[in-house]
Nanobody, 114 residues
């Protein structure tokens, strides 16, 4: 299992970012995917989950209505569209395969600051 996150950066409050996670080493279309985040000094937090075919999604209360998880099974990629960002969204964001919880990518840093 190989997961490579990208798309992070510095954004002003109220701005948007789209994260990507390219997956390989397993049958991507068969597995639900997740995005997590970890802020400095805090535990890793589950942000969003998407089913294997993308028909079902679930979000943490803190991002509900602002973030959207999606996937492209042909490209073996999962996305996280983040809108209306606040400084509290600052964290390293990771994707994860729900059935293989021990595998993590390097993450992508998101910093929300003016």
């Amino acid at each position: 299992v190989l997961l490579v996150e990208s798309g992070g950066g510095l954004v002003q409050p109220g701005g948007s970012l789209r994260l990507s996670c390219a997956a390989s080493g397993f049958s991507f279309s068969n597995y639900a995917m997740r995005w997590y985040r970890q802020a400095p000094g805090k535990e890793r937090e589950l942000v969003a989950t998407i089913s294997s075919v993308g028909g079902s999604t679930d979000y943490a209360d803190s991002v509900q209505g602002r973030f959207t998880i999606s996937r492209d099974n042909a490209k073996k990629t999962v996305y996280l569209q983040m809108n209306s960002l606040t400084p509290e969204d600052t964290a390293v964001y990771y994707c994860n395969v729900r059935s293989f919880p021990g595998y993590w990518g390097q993450g992508t840093q998101v910093t929300v600051s003016s």
